[in-house]
């Protein structure tokens, strides 16, 4: 068996004995991590950061959890919510005023969080995503794809600048830095949008699935995806749109692995942490606002997270969903995965909240991963309840 190390409680032993499996199997590393009521029950990791497998994971790796970034992104549009800065019925040009160029008026702050504002395609070059000014000013330029509200379609990459970007009007401060501020800092959590250099050293690079290269891409349509050629509407998208879209750029995993990809802030995709800072700071929701004696949201603001947005087939996924203020729903429980199998899952009725992530990225048609892990954690909750 795979050596795994860190800490658990007995009585979640079935997390570690998951992870120590997927690496068993062939997997390079990860880390699992398990809060109940703000508090670790589990935090294990194993393997190695690099594909030559000389690297050993350590306590502080840090790898690119891709779309699970958009929960931390949402997050930061969740307090200011709640502080009163930011009225998720509100326009978005009310904070942005060039967005409401291009037929966009009717776009609500919600909207944006739920998949549901008609923006769903980057179709620029992947270098524009590096450039804060030129990716903002693309989208405000940019007509919506479908009546706002009246469907919704994966923002796998333009949700963060259009959330990202309010965030920036109404604080003064790019998404990343107030997330630094005002939530990772306060917490202590080693998490990440828009990744010093100073931190290159602890990033396990994305490892492409076995039999691919780092051109390797994936269609958001056959889970989550960053961006690929094959998110062009389909047919039933064209029958509602005010024009044809171009076909959305494809993202790699060598464009994911880059220097430009850590240094710039994609806060629908690049944030870089672990299990531990992953499942630390979504303990704050799962937890009714406050961990460890930090208080960063209240009840209520808690709950306007979890209240459905939309439900019904999202365009972009070619799958039912229930969207959220920023999370997807999944009966009880809210969260979102990443690229690459990297995922958080928050059980608000247990105040529990279970991440995994990963370097080793498979086919996401296949990837039953993360929800081995959640399902594992489960078996250890069992044990905590009278």
Same mark, same amino acid.
């Given at each position: 068996?795979?050596?795994?190390?860190?800490?658990?409680?007995?009585?979640?032993?079935?997390?570690?004995?998951?992870?120590?499996?997927?690496?068993?199997?062939?997997?390079?590393?990860?880390?699992?991590?398990?809060?109940?009521?703000?508090?670790?029950?589990?935090?294990?990791?194993?393997?190695?950061?690099?594909?030559?497998?000389?690297?050993?994971?350590?306590?502080?790796?840090?790898?690119?959890?891709?779309?699970?970034?958009?929960?931390?992104?949402?997050?930061?549009?969740?307090?200011?919510?709640?502080?009163?800065?930011?009225?998720?019925?509100?326009?978005?040009?009310?904070?942005?005023?060039?967005?409401?160029?291009?037929?966009?008026?009717?776009?609500?702050?919600?909207?944006?969080?739920?998949?549901?504002?008609?923006?769903?395609?980057?179709?620029?070059?992947?270098?524009?995503?590096? @450039?804060?000014?030129? #990716?903002?000013? =693309?989208? !405000?330029?940019? /007509?919506?794809?479908?009546?706002? %509200?009246? *469907?919704?379609?994966?923002?796998?990459?333009?949700?963060?600048?259009?959330?990202?970007?309010?965030?920036?009007?109404?604080?003064?401060?790019?998404?990343?830095?107030?997330?630094?501020?005002?939530?990772?800092?306060?917490?202590?959590?080693?998490?990440?949008?828009?990744?010093?250099?100073?931190?290159?050293?602890?990033?396990?690079?994305?490892?492409?699935?076995?039999?691919?290269?780092?051109?390797?891409?994936?269609?958001?349509?056959?889970?989550?995806?960053?961006?690929?050629?094959?998110?062009?509407?389909?047919?039933?998208?064209?029958?509602?749109?005010?024009?044809?879209?171009?076909?959305?750029?494809?993202?790699?995993?060598? @464009?994911?692995?880059? #220097?430009?990809? =850590?240094? !710039?802030?994609? /806060?629908?995709?690049?944030?870089? %942490?672990? *299990?531990?800072?992953?499942?630390?700071?979504?303990?704050?929701?799962?937890?009714?606002?406050?961990?460890?004696?930090?208080?960063?949201?209240?009840?209520?603001?808690?709950?306007?997270?979890?209240?459905?947005?939309?439900?019904?087939?999202?365009?972009?996924?070619?799958?039912?969903?229930?969207?959220?203020?920023?999370?997807?729903?999944?009966?009880?429980?809210?969260?979102?995965?990443?690229?690459?199998?990297?995922?958080?899952?928050?059980?608000?009725?247990?105040?529990?909240?279970?991440?995994?992530?990963?370097?080793?990225?498979?086919?996401?048609?296949?990837?039953?991963?993360?929800?081995?892990?959640?399902?594992?954690?489960? @078996?250890?909750?069992?044990?905590?309840?009278?």
């Amino acid at each position: 068996m795979a050596d795994i190390q860190g800490s658990y409680d007995e009585l979640f032993a079935a997390v570690p004995t998951a992870l120590a499996a997927l690496l068993d199997e062939g997997d390079v590393g990860g880390s699992v991590a398990v809060f109940v009521d703000g508090e670790p029950v589990v935090d294990v990791w194993g393997g190695f950061a690099d594909t030559e497998r000389t690297i050993p994971w350590q306590r502080d790796t840090l790898v690119n959890v891709w779309s699970v970034t958009k929960t931390m992104t949402a997050l930061c549009a969740l307090v200011l919510a709640d502080r009163g800065e930011l009225d998720m019925d509100a326009p978005v040009a009310r904070y942005w005023p060039e967005f409401a160029a291009a037929g966009k008026e009717g776009v609500l702050v919600r909207h944006v969080l739920s998949h549901t504002a008609g923006l769903p395609d980057w179709v620029w070059p992947v270098a524009e995503l590096y @450039d804060w000014p030129t #990716a903002t000013a =693309r989208l !405000a330029a940019q /007509p919506p794809q479908w009546e706002p %509200g009246s *469907a919704a379609g994966y923002h796998s990459l333009t949700q963060g600048f259009l959330v990202g970007e309010v965030v920036r009007r109404i604080t003064g401060r790019t998404p990343g830095g107030f997330f630094a501020d005002e939530i990772a800092g306060p917490l202590g959590a080693d998490f990440h949008m828009g990744l010093p250099a100073g931190h290159d050293h602890r990033v396990a690079p994305a490892v492409p699935p076995p039999s691919h290269d780092e051109d390797y891409t994936a269609s958001a349509a056959a889970g989550d995806a960053a961006g690929d050629a094959s998110t062009a509407p389909d047919s039933t998208d064209r029958s509602t749109a005010p024009q044809a879209t171009p076909a959305a750029t494809a993202l790699r995993v060598r @464009d994911g692995n880059s #220097a430009a990809w =850590r240094r !710039a802030q994609i /806060p629908a995709a690049s944030g870089f %942490g672990n *299990a531990r800072s992953v499942a630390l700071v979504q303990s704050v929701p799962a937890c009714g606002g406050a961990v460890g004696g930090v208080r960063l949201l209240s009840r209520a603001g808690c709950e306007r997270a979890w209240e459905e947005q939309f439900g019904g087939r999202d365009r972009r996924l070619n799958m039912p969903v229930s969207w959220g203020l920023g999370y997807g729903r999944f009966g009880g429980t809210y969260g979102w995965g990443g690229w690459g199998g990297s995922m958080v899952m928050i059980e608000p009725e247990s105040r529990m909240t279970v991440a995994y992530v990963t370097n080793q990225m498979r086919e996401p048609a296949a990837d039953t991963r993360g929800m081995g892990m959640v399902m594992a954690a489960y @078996d250890g909750l069992q044990g905590l309840r009278p």
